[in-house]
């Protein structure tokens, strides 16, 4: 026997919390645009990874620019997102011209057997002087090649120079990256490590949500995008005058401290929030050290935190977070990246300020049924995306779960089938379809997704909600 699905109560404190890696983000834009339409009260937002960059601009009544067509998830500088830095591409080319040089002389081998087997078909058809005249031109070619010796002396000096090309450019990429990084601290292991550094470069994502918050804070002045600190000092401002104003929401968002190994809860709240919040002490660390206040003195922090939400862990470069000298960490820089199991902990401390229910929403799909296997990926970017996107499906599972013990109600956006992987802003081919799926796609599923399984079952079945929107069908 089914169980019915739980009750939505508008007069309930409402929080809605966004998951996901990369592309996620489209999906959570397009589900927030129905709940939004729909006319659900949302009180609080909270967001890890790509969640982040849709829940800032949600919060401060921005929603509309983010699943704009022309907003920034259909900005065309995304189809670069997470790339492969280019140092390894170049290193990549600079080694497939030495190999193709190395195995030149066997390529001269293979073009002399395919000119005497075509000289020998060509006698055989009566075309002996075209015999002759192709075997000819090849033989003085070879010649050409090899009594200077070309080969012998041209292809070693450039296998060697193509060598050095690769390790210069590695050489460079990494004392460009440690000055970027304006740590000083010793960096412990080979050197060798240091000149292949991260596989993935983040720095285009983080630019591209940089420009879609200074757009929306800086309303109609057309002033040139200050520094990080700046906006986000605007930002909070914001936000914080405009509590209670339609379209306005509280902001809890979430990194990962690797330097400090534990979470980075960072929070925009109203004062009876804000107190429960502090008040909280739900391990044995100092909670100093894990919160964030954003309407305090560490608000020039916010950018840091979007930064370090679409790092990538392991694979893309921690984001460098310098907190202020007055702060717990005493002006230390630490490194910040996301944690796919951040959505539990996002629960947690929205149950902790008084969320009664909570609506979860995730761009994986849930665990697969029998003959669901599809084609696994060859290339490493799409198999680091597939275990990224089977952790998030994990943690979202576990969200999920504690949030049924903690609050009144928990409902669970998420799509059945999702092709699209966290890299895969340009698109993918889904073989299950056998079409090309886009992310105005994924972000249209969102959309429709939220009505099917939130507002039409739940919201409709509930208390009546003002104002609220069409339901598709």
Known sequence: MSVPPPLFSPRLRTGVVLCGTGTAGAYHAGALRAILEAGIKIDVIGAHGAGVATGLAAAIDGGARVWDPAGPWADRRLARAYPWRPALRVGFAGLLAAAALLFSPLLVLVCAAAAYAFGTVAALVGLVSLSRGFVGVYQVAVEWLFSPPILPTIIPRAIVLAVLVVLAVLAVAAVRAARQERSRRR??????????????????????FTDAL???????????????????????????????????????????????????????????????????????????????????????????????????????????????????????????????????????ELAGIGVEQIILVGAAPPPAAPHAMRAQPIDLRARIGEYVRSIEAAALADA??????????????????????????????????????????????????????????????????????????
């Open 187 to 208: 960096a412990a292991g080979a050197f060798w490590w240091q000149l292949l550094g991260s596989p993935l470069d983040a720095a285009e994502p983080a630019g591209v």
């Open 214 to 348: 200074w757009r929306l804070v800086r309303g109609a002045s057309d002033a040139p995008r200050p520094a990080a600190p700046e906006i986000g000092r605007r930002y909070v401002e914001l936000l914080a005058d405009n509590f209670g104003q339609p379209g306005f929401h509280e902001l809890v968002v979430a990194v990962h401290d690797l330097d400090a190994r534990r979470d980075l809860i960072g929070t925009v709240l109203d004062a009876p929030a804000r107190a429960a919040f502090e008040a909280r002490q739900p391990g044995p660390a100092p909670r100093e050290g894990e919160t964030v206040d954003f309407t305090g003195p560490q608000r020039e922090l916010l950018m840091g935190f979007l930064s370090g939400a679409l790092r990538v862990p392991v694979v893309t470069a921690p984001a460098q977070l310098p907190f202020p000298a007055d702060s717990f960490w005493q002006g230390e820089r630490h490194r910040v990246c996301d944690r796919p199991e951040l959505v539990v902990r996002l629960v947690d």
């Open 400 to 473: 999920a779960m504690l949030a049924r013990i903690r609050c009144a109600g928990v409902f669970v956006v998420r799509p059945h089938h999702n092709p699209i992987g966290p890299f895969d802003f340009t698109g993918v081919y889904d073989e299950a379809s056998d079409r090309q799926r886009t992310m105005a796609e994924l972000m249209q599923q969102g959309y429709a997704d939220a009505y099917r399984h939130f507002i039409e079952p739940v919201v409709a079945a509930g208390e009546p909600v003002e104002g609220r929107g069409p339901v598709l069908s």
